[in-house]
């Protein structure tokens, strides 16, 4: 028998309204907070530009990576609450697509995080 369990930690992207109190929360500059959150990792999404997110010469990686690496040590360290999942919260199309890049594109965030919600 073959199991297929993914053990990565989830992160769901929701309206900040639709958050639970205590979760933690990956959020978009800008972007509403849910009430009473355990904790939140801001992130600014990068501007526009030619070239793929992540590429040598505009930024080494992703900001939302980077956000995400910032809960992973926090929760690994006991520096914030055991969390099971994370909400992100975004203001705009760019930080969407940036968190989608980073769970698509930076190696460390898939091996950590997976995405769930809005078309996933």
């Known amino acids: 028998m073959r199991w297929s369990v993914d053990a990565r930690t989830p992160v769901r992207l929701l309206d900040a309204a639709d958050a639970p109190p205590g979760a933690t929360v990956l959020a978009e500059d800008g972007a509403p907070l849910p009430q009473s959150p355990a904790r939140v990792e801001r992130f600014a999404a990068p501007p526009a530009t030619p ?14 990576a980077i956000a995400l690496d910032r809960l992973f040590l926090a ?5 914030a609450p055991w969390f099971d999942a994370i909400l992100a919260v975004v ?11 980073a ?3 930076d190696s460390v965030a898939q091996a950590r995080f997976r995405l769930e919600g809005r078309g996933e």
Do not use: F
């Open 75 to 79: 929760r690994t360290r006991g520096e």
């Open 103 to 105: 769970l698509d594109s």
């Open 91 to 101: 203001r705009t199309g760019e930080g969407e697509a940036a968190i989608r890049a």
């Open 51 to 64: 070239h793929p997110i992540g590429c040598a010469c505009c930024q080494p990686r992703n900001p939302v």
